[in-house]
């Protein structure tokens, strides 16, 4: 029981365990900024595309 005590105080005193921690939560918030960039990105362009789209004569000829 003294050994696991000994590990679990040098697990806790460690530094690995934190930075690790510091590591995923950086990614993590990276990953959100950006998504979220990607998001408004792709929204932007699809606008500009519908904008185009609704301004192009259709194609179509009569009789």
Request: aromatic share 6%; hydrophobic share 45%; net charge negative.
């Given at each position: ?10 697990f ?11 590591y ?15 998001t ?24």
């Amino acid at each position: 029981m003294n050994a696991f005590l000994t590990r679990a105080k040098s697990f806790l005193k460690s530094e690995e365990g934190p930075t690790a921690t510091e590591y995923a939560v950086m990614l993590a918030l990276i990953i959100i900024v950006a998504l979220g960039a990607i998001t408004g990105l792709g929204t932007t362009v699809n606008d500009i595309f519908t904008n185009v789209d609704t301004s192009l004569p259709t194609g179509t000829s009569g009789p």
